[in-house]
């Protein structure tokens, strides 16, 4: 069964903290790993990352995947208060359906 | 302006009401999906569609059911909530299935409480 564990489950840092969250998975036929940021609405799309494109940058956050190790990192510089939200990492393995397994989620708290 | 709706926002009832969450997108997707949200389960998938009178299920498909009569909508239908149902709903959809190059474009949620 593919598995997708996120850590820190949570997280409080203070504004211009460095943080770097957690994604290892465990799934057959490996395609992406997708990165979503969920406030009080649908998760919006961050990243994703393929064996062809393993490190992305945006501003502020950057991502890589680690194909080696089955995990990715999100990493968040120089944190604002608008970067509190639940950060959620998913796998597209290939299989039929396009199913995405998602994990937990690292709820992160940015405060002034 | 290229969006996923989704009807009820939110939704109160009582355990064997049936009810419907309507999903529609106006981006011409192929494939669209239905996902709940648990505290510390993250998104699970609950059925699929790849294309018109295409569907199959999820990871968590019992209690519910879809249907993909045109391309635009997905709705949800629960024949029978149960206390266990409650949860955040979101639709999704994206170009194509099985196409890890496109971005699944979420609703704005339904928030389902069953009594």
């Known amino acids: 069964e593919d598995k997708v564990v996120q850590s820190p489950l949570s997280l409080v840092v203070h504004e211009g903290d460095t943080v770097t969250l957690n994604c290892s998975y465990e799934?057959?036929?490996?395609?992406?790993l997708l990165w979503y940021k969920q406030e009080k609405k649908a998760p919006t799309f961050l990243f994703m990352l393929?064996?062809?494109?393993i490190e992305k940058k945006s501003g502020r956050l950057s991502s890589i995947l680690d194909k080696k190790e089955l995990s990715s990192i999100l990493n968040i510089t120089a944190t604002q208060t608008g970067d509190s939200a639940i950060y959620l990492c998913?796998?597209?393995?290939?299989?039929?359906?396009?199913?995405?397994?998602f994990g937990g989620g690292t709820r992160l708290m940015v405060k002034p | 302006e290229a969006q996923v709706t989704q009807n009820p926002r939110y939704l109160i009832t009582v355990t064997g009401k049936k009810l419907t969450v309507t999903c529609s997108q106006n981006?011409?997707?192929?494939?669209m999906s239905w996902y709940r949200q648990d505290p510390g389960l993250g998104l699970r998938q609950i059925y699929y569609?790849?294309?018109?009178?295409?569907?199959d299920k999820g990871d968590v498909p019992e209690g519910y059911k879809v249907s993909r009569k045109e391309k635009r909508n997905f709705p949800l239908i629960l024949e029978s909530p149960s206390p266990n149902q409650t949860s955040l709903y979101f639709c999704?959809?994206?170009?194509?299935?099985?196409?890890?190059?496109?971005?699944?474009?979420f609703g704005p949620g339904t928030r389902l409480t069953v009594l």
């Open positions: 999704a959809s994206s170009l194509l299935a099985g196409g890890s190059t496109d971005t699944q474009y």
């Open positions: 799934v057959t036929n490996f395609r992406s």
């Open positions: 393929t064996s062809s494109g």
């Open positions: 998913a796998v597209d393995a290939n299989n039929a359906g396009n199913m995405l397994t």
């Open positions: 981006m011409n997707h192929e494939y």
């Open positions: 569609s790849m294309n018109v009178e295409v569907t």
